[in-house]
Every structure is written in C-alpha cells, then in structure tokens.
C-alpha cells in the first residue's frame, strides 16, 4: 500500500469539509457544516491530505501548542478506506515525526471505537471527559500519551 502526503494549502478547506462530511457520518457525529468553520477549527494546526496511490483517502492535523505539548486535532480516513491499516500508518508518523514532543492529547467521542481503539494501540490514556466539548451537545473523552 503506497501512502503518501501532502501539506494542505487553503485552497484545500473544500476538500477537507468534504473528507469530513463523508468521514463523520454516524449518529453521535457532527462534521463541519461551512468551509468557515473549517477555517476556524484548524487555525493554528498544519494539516496534510493523505493519498493512497494517488487518491485522496483522508487528512491528519495538529496544532502545536508549546515546545513540549501538541494536540492531534484530527485524524480522518474516509469510509471506503478505513479498517485497512492506514490510521495506524498515519498516528505512527505523526508520532515519529514529531519526536521531540513529550505530550500529545485529543478529543473523541466515546461512542468512536474504531478511534479509541487506534489511540489506545499506541498508548494513549483516557484523562478526562468533558460535556458538550465542541458545543454539539455530545461529550468528549480526552485523551494523552
Ligand atoms: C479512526 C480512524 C481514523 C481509524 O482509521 P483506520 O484507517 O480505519 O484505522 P486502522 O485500519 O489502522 O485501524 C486501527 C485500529 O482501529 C480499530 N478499528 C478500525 N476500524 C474499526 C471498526 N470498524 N470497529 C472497531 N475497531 C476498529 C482496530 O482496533 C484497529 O487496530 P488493529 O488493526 O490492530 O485491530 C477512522 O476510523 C476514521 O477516519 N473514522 C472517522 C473519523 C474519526 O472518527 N476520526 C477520529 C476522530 S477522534
């Protein structure tokens, strides 16, 4: 499986609204409704499309926030694509990639299993939960490693 990635650009938020839309999907989530609201939650973190042969199949961020402490604010690989791997691939780069940091942390909704289960595969903790986290109405549990 060739997995490659690419910075997004601004003029990416319309395909990162739609990798969204498509991603979160189920009963518990809330995607981003406008590329404004995009815009919005990513100020500040560096996102990168992530393709498989070529083909857009999803995006990661993350937000920095000190010298020592990053926040993954997103990890998504659109349906067709999940449950083969490439979520693994991607939270062990991100990881690699940003060596140097001592503490990462997230959000996911507890009723996201296939996350949680890829976040514990690497060793993060649950820490803390936190109602209506985005203002959806929905809880979040956060996670550390
Ligand atoms: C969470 C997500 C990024 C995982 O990506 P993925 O490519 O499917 O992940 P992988 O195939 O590498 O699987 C990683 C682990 O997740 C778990 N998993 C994956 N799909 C699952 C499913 N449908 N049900 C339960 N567990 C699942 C498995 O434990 C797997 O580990 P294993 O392969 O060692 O058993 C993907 O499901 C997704 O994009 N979901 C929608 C967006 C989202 O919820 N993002 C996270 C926000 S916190």
Redesign the pocket.
């Given at each position: 499986m060739k997995i490659s990635y690419r910075e997004a650009k601004e003029l990416d938020y319309q395909l990162i609204l739609k990798l969204d839309q498509a991603?979160?999907c189920?009963q518990f989530?809330c995607p981003f409704k406008t590329e404004t609201e995009v815009k919005k939650y990513f100020k500040n973190s560096k996102i990168f499309v992530i393709l498989q042969n070529n083909k857009v199949v999803?995006y990661y961020s993350y937000k920095p926030e000190d010298k020592d402490t990053v926040e993954i604010s997103?990890?998504?690989?659109?349906?067709e694509?999940?449950?083969?791997?490439?979520?693994?691939?991607?939270?062990k780069k991100i990881l690699n990639d940003l060596n140097n940091i001592k503490t990462f942390w997230?959000?996911?909704?507890p009723k996201?299993?296939?996350?949680l289960?890829?976040?514990?595969?690497f060793g993060f903790t649950i820490t803390g939960w936190k109602d209506n986290y985005f203002g959806d109405g929905q809880p979040r549990l956060i996670l550390k490693k």
């Open positions: 991603a979160f189920r989530d999803g997103g990890i998504v690989v659109i349906p694509y999940q449950g083969k791997g490439i979520g693994s691939i991607v939270l997230l959000t996911a909704h996201n299993i296939a996350a289960r890829l976040y514990f595969k």
